[in-house]
């Protein structure tokens, strides 16, 4: 979509409001307080529970809520950063969109790239390299299991989690939160497959010279993130962090798939910095 047929499409609050509306409701409107379907529409654009009274508003719950900013200018605001795949600054957002503060530009665009990242813990799917290994973290050894998409020759999503090398169920387990049924993995514990665990999945056979490059530069790049980043608490959570950073690097967005995540009721707060990482 060009930036004239969303000025065209999304131009008035009445346009923006009634597509949010469709998103959140597809199957029709359900009051947050009671469930009832019943409901009609107020002059605030609300919407009132015939039941229980109680009013909604279309944005509750989004990136919308509270906002000051018109719903038009969020929309362009949306457009703008899925068509800048190398990351648009709050200065040419706040210059493109004609805001009045660079304070408020940078808050709009912090609320976005957060939503750009609610997804990118999702399954893995092709060919995935996957592999159990040590760690180091600040001298320590740590044992985990990494999974890795190749895209020829090239790294894809990643997914990665500590676990207990004496118990191959937990490496089960991981498999099947991580990678999608039929996706080939490249694996060298066979005896994995011998015991018919992954039998959702298909095996690629390699030589033993095979190296795993994808996975071992992701394992570079995690220590040296890990060894500037790490300060204490659970491991897991700092390679949750580690994967969605990759992940949203690994990822462009279409204007509508944009829009709809950052309208479907999820709170959304905070900053996100900086990467910081190049894969």
């Known amino acids: ?38 409901a009609w529409r107020t002059n605030e654009l609300k ?7 109680h009013k909604a508003s279309v944005t509750v719950g989004t990136i ?14 949306i457009w703008y950063i899925s068509k800048d795949t190398n990351g648009i600054s ?5 210059q493109l969109l004609n805001l009045g503060s660079n304070r408020t530009a940078l808050s709009m665009l912090h609320k ?9 813990l999702d399954m893995l799917n092709g060919t995935v390299e996957l592999v159990t290994t040590d760690i180091s973290v600040h001298g320590k050894k740590e044992f985990v299991i990494f999974a890795v998409e190749k895209r020829n020759r090239k790294i894809g999503r990643i997914r990665i989690n500590k676990i207990d090398r004496n118990i191959p169920l937990e490496w089960v387990e991981f498999v099947d939160r991580s990678i999608e049924p039929n996706s080939t993995i490249i694996h060298r514990e066979l005896n994995l497959w011998k015991l018919h665990l992954y039998e959702d999945y298909i095996q690629a056979r390699k030589p033993e010279s095979y190296s795993f490059s994808c996975t071992r530069k992701v394992r570079s790049i995690l220590e040296n ?9 659970e491991l897991a959570q700092y390679l949750n962090e580690f994967c969605i950073r990759v992940n ?5 967005y279409d204007f509508f798939e944009l829009l709809n995540n950052l309208i479907k009721p999820k709170p959304i707060s905070g900053k996100v910095e900086p990467f910081g990482i190049e894969i």
């Open 47 to 53: 919407y009132k529970c015939q039941k229980c009274g």
């Open 90 to 94: 709050a200065s040419k957002l706040q």
């Open 225 to 233: 993130w890990l060894s500037a980043n790490y300060i204490e608490g």
């Open 112 to 120: 976005i790239k957060q939503a750009m990242v609610c997804n990118s």
């Open 64 to 77: 919308f809520q509270d906002s000051h900013i018109p719903l038009p200018i969020w929309f362009k605001a």
């Open 248 to 252: 949203s690097l690994k990822r462009n």
């Open 1 to 38: 979509m060009e930036l004239y047929e969303i000025e065209k499409e999304f131009g008035t609050e009445k346009q923006c409001r009634e597509y949010i509306y469709k998103i959140r409701w597809s199957n029709g409107y359900g009051c947050p307080h009671c469930k009832s379907a019943e």
